[in-house]
């Protein structure tokens, strides 16, 4: 059952075992201190309905009243439960703002900034960088403006270039790598230009072969100058393999220079279609 204080209001739920077959009992409120007096529910109902009296309003006889006798209520044994609901503090209309954390901002900013700068010096001062960067131009426009710009389009990947001598023609410069089709219909004769440059980044020597035709070491270090362009020479490479080539699909190449000159600091090597 609820019970409220008549001091400060307050309301508790008491176990009703408590009364043990008493008419009522009598306890202390835990917020205030104030005494309470509860009766039982179950004596209450019991007691029969009694109707009022009214005297006459012409009898003059004054008869002597006296207030009930209610028994001693019998002290409580157990423990009173906590109000069954507790009010809620009011909450504030505007909750403080959380703590602003500066310093993992502005490493965040140093960090993007690096990352342009790293960027912007990759895809402006290096040759494979800029290589990329017209690749990804190319993307673009075969992306949204379709029409020429979704033609083939080439990767070159996994380049190397060694010296060999050959026993007839001397010293030979050789470039090795793979060409792939990364665009979007098939495409034949892939052709890939090389070319060496010297400290100023400067073409100084310049030869293009047909992909898809690789030659052994041991040919490249025993067979004619004229074997060797014959061979780099086959359009459609080896087998056909440059033939109808479908997109996603790479081949190998090989490009080489006879009596490459000196000073040569790097190459550059492209694709070129047809």
């Known amino acids: 059952m609820i019970v409220e204080c008549p001091s400060c209001h307050a309301r508790f ?16 409120c835990r917020k205030c201190g104030e ?31 006296f207030p009930p006798q209610v028994p001693s209520p019998i002290p409580p044994t157990g423990k009173m439960t906590d109000e069954e609901e507790t009010p809620q503090q009011p909450l ?22 690096l990352l342009i700068a790293g960027g912007v010096g990759y895809f402006g001062f290096t040759a494979s960088g800029q290589e990329a960067l017209e690749r990804l131009v190319y993307n673009v426009r075969s992306k949204w403006l379709g029409g020429a710009a979704a033609g083939p389009l080439y990767d070159i990947q996994k380049v190397t270039g060694e010296y060999e ?6 010293k030979l410069f050789v470039i090795k790598g793979k060409v792939a089709n990364v665009g979007r219909t ?10 060496l440059l010297d400290g100023k980044r400067q073409p100084v020597a310049e030869r293009t072969c047909y992909a898809g035709n690789v030659l052994t070491g041991e040919t490249l270090r025993t067979a004619t100058r004229e074997k060797i362009e014959e061979a780099l020479s086959n359009r459609f490479g080896d087998r056909l393999v440059n033939m109808d ?25 492209t694709a070129i279609e047809r």
């Open 13 to 28: 739920r008491l176990d009703e075992s408590l009364f043990q077959g008493s008419k009522g009992i009598r306890i202390r």
């Open 165 to 170: 001598i050959n026993d007839v023609a001397g």
């Open 92 to 113: 504030d209309e505007f909750a403080p703002a959380p703590p602003f954390h500066k310093r993992p901002a502005v490493i965040a900013v140093a960090f993007l900034v």
């Open 186 to 195: 098939r495409t034949s004769g892939i052709r890939v230009h090389a070319a």
């Open 35 to 65: 005494g309470i007096a509860v009766l039982n529910p179950e004596s209450a109902a019991s007691l029969p309905e009694v109707e009022p009296i009214v005297s006459p309003p012409e009898a003059t006889t004054v008869t002597d009243s």
């Open 245 to 269: 080539v479908p997109p996603g699909k790479s081949l190998p190449f090989m490009v080489v220079f006879f009596d490459p000159p000196g000073g040569i600091d790097s190459f550059r090597v």
